[in-house]
């Protein structure tokens, strides 16, 4: 799988859009960009994923860049909740395939 | 509630005892995995399974003994584990074809 570079923190205030920022540069055609949250201590938590297209769902915004070698995942309206560590991951679907955790990106909403 | 069940929550064991952790999937998925985070660190992938078949082991010491007697459970059988074990070790299942990955509240263990 393909790796990714996540700065190690960030800060938002609440009510405000969070974006969080991934370097995938050395993406494979056949990979997805994947992100993942997990709030402190617990198991963590599929947010969105998308091929090339730009995705939304109830809970964020994906925006992948035409050469699909950064992506962006986006809070529109971030809340105290939104509190945890957020992980960009490259993987190929169609097989049992892991995801592989870095270290990625500390998001704290701040009042 | 994300479909896949830890037990238990939380585990106190010394270093001769044996142990068992449980994983239970609700979701129909074909593939399951053990995850260990120790403290400050990313999480690191220890068994694969794939339609009951093991089909990754990430060099864990065998101190870890996993079993998957049908695709809906998972154990890791745990004995003369030592203080550094002490984690949090998450289970995880998923389809195929889909991709997501779905991941349990796990287990907090400590080894004393």
């Known amino acids: 799988d393909a790796k990714t570079t996540q700065p190690p923190s960030m800060d938002c205030a609440e009510g405000r859009a969070a974006n969080l920022p991934c370097n995938h540069s050395t993406i494979s055609g056949n990979e997805y960009v994947y992100w993942y949250r997990q709030i402190h201590s617990q198991g963590p938590q599929y947010i969105i994923h998308g091929l090339k297209n730009n995705e939304t769902n109830e809970m964020a915004s994906l925006i992948i860049t035409e050469d699909r070698k950064s992506s962006t995942l986006i809070l529109p309206h971030a809340t105290l909740r939104d509190t945890a560590v957020y992980y960009c991951i490259v993987r190929v679907v169609g097989t049992a395939s892991k995801l592989t955790f870095g270290t990625g990106t500390r998001l704290q909403v701040t009042l | 509630e994300t479909g896949v069940t830890q037990t238990p929550r939380h585990l106190v064991m010394g270093m001769t005892n044996k142990k068992s952790l449980k994983c239970e999937q609700h979701?129909?998925?074909?593939?399951m995995y053990w995850y260990k985070q120790s403290a400050k660190k990313p999480l690191e992938l220890m068994f694969v399974y794939n339609f009951k078949e093991q089909t990754e082991n990430n060099s864990v010491p065998s101190r870890f003994s996993p079993e998957c007697p049908n695709s809906s459970h998972l154990f890791l059988h745990l004995h003369t584990l030592q203080p550094e074990d002490s984690a949090l070790y998450l289970c995880?299942?998923?389809?195929?074809?889909?991709?997501?990955?779905?991941f349990g509240a796990g287990t907090r263990l400590s080894v004393l």
């Open positions: 979701l129909g998925h074909n593939a």
């Open positions: 995880a299942s998923s389809q195929d074809k889909e991709g997501r990955v779905y």
